[in-house]
T-cell receptor, first 118, second 116 residues
Framework: AQTVTQSQPEMSVQEAETVTLSCTYDTSESDYYLFWYKQPPSRQMILVIRQEAYKQQNATENRFSVNFQKAAKSFSLKISDSQLGDAAMYFCAYRITFGFSGNTPLVFGKGTRLSVIA | GAGVSQSPSNKVTEKGKDVELRCDPISGHTALYWYRQSLGQGLEFLIYFQGNSAPDKSGLPSDRFSAERTGGSVSTLTIQRTQQEDSAVYLC??????????????FGSGTQLSVL
């Protein structure tokens, strides 16, 4: 079974500073995708960034970037120049590449609650 | 609508009662997903619809849980004889095709279910 582990239940960062959220996953698959979703107090999950396992280059979206270490099965999220609006729950997720069986569900970690201190 | 809409936003019920949770996906989105988020837990996959059919019901925790989708649009998640352990936030998401692994899911704001 695929599992996703987020070892930091809570993190905090000063405004304008950089913070890294960790995520590890366990899989026997070689082809898959990894995602980070943000859940603000409104509860509505929002996609932050995604990474394809076969791509060695780390994905970047503005202030958000990942450090993908495939051999170590690690997928950390770095938030640069943290803003008050970044305060939320962050979920790491994993998805096996679709095959003949079709769609596979996203498997989520338990989340990390990020606080941003003004 | 502009986004995924879920109703009600909050639901309080008594143990043993049946509840229905509604999800209205983004217009035109083929795939629809239900997830459950319990306190301190991640999101637990419940069921997935492609159009009106549900090829993957593997996540439904018991036969008290059922879901349907009509007209390729609105979906209803029904929980019969609710138990206290059913208390959670039930999140619905949709995606345009359900055919791409990296396809972005669009989530609703969920229904907070409290079973007393």
């Amino acid at each position: 079974a695929q599992t996703v582990t987020q070892s930091q239940p809570e993190m905090s960062v000063q405004e304008a500073e950089t913070v890294t959220l960790s995520c590890t996953y366990d899989t026997s698959e070689s082809d898959y995708y990894l995602f980070w979703y943000k859940q603000p107090p409104s509860r509505q999950m929002i996609l932050v960034i995604r990474q394809e396992a076969y791509k060695q280059q780390n994905a970047t979206e503005n202030r958000f970037s990942v450090n993908f270490q495939k051999a170590a099965k690690s997928f950390s999220l770095k938030i640069s120049d943290s803003q008050l609006g970044d305060a939320a729950m962050y979920f790491c997720a994993y998805r096996i590449t679709f095959g003949f069986s079709g769609n596979t569900p996203l498997v989520f970690g338990k989340g990390t609650r990020l606080s941003v201190i003004a | 609508g502009a986004g995924v809409s879920q109703s009600p936003s909050n639901k309080v019920t008594e143990k043993g009662k049946d509840v229905e949770l509604r999800c209205d996906p983004i217009s035109g989105h083929t795939a629809l997903y239900w997830y459950r988020q319990s306190l301190g837990q991640g999101l637990e996959f419940l069921i997935y619809f492609q159009g009106n059919s549900a090829p993957d019901k593997s996540g439904l925790p018991s036969d008290r849980f059922s879901a349907e989708r009509t007209g390729g649009s609105v979906s209803t998640l029904t929980i019969q004889r609710t138990q206290q352990e059913d208390s959670a936030v039930y999140l619905c998401a949709s995606s345009p095709t359900g055919g791409l692994t990296n396809e972005k899911l669009f989530f609703g704001s969920g229904t907070q279910l409290s079973v007393l």
